[in-house]
């Protein structure tokens, strides 16, 4: 059984930073993409950016140039490193493991950046 840990959200300023970080445990392939979503009341879950098991990423157009994707593979933990924060980054946002035939999320943390 596959678990997925967030931790790192909570309120901030426009302009400030935060770090999320998402810990997977359990069964996991070492061939997987994990990645990080958002979603606010009303709206789709979105893609914010996703990295692979060889590092390869894929970011977002809003967030380009002010979020960061990174993980560690011996810790299977993903990391977002959010910097530059507006309101409109506002969300729930939440992890994502996927794996051949399998996609597990995480439970969500929630982002507030305030004026």
């Known amino acids: 059984q596959v678990q997925l840990v967030e931790s790192g959200g909570g309120l901030v300023q426009t302009g400030g930073s935060l770090r999320l970080s998402c810990a997977a445990s359990g069964s996991i392939s070492s061939i997987n993409v994990m990645g990080w979503y958002r979603q606010t009341p009303g709206k789709q879950r979105e893609l914010v950016a996703t990295?692979?098991?060889?590092?390869?990423?894929n970011v977002a157009d809003s967030v380009k140039g002010r979020f960061t994707i990174s993980r560690d593979n011996a810790k299977n933990t993903v990391y977002l490193q959010m910097n530059s924060l507006k309101p409109e980054d506002t969300a729930v946002y939440y992890c994502n493991l996927r794996m051949v035939g399998d996609s597990k999320w995480g439970q969500g943390t929630q982002v507030t950046v305030s004026l």
């Open positions: 990295i692979t098991s060889v590092g390869s990423t």
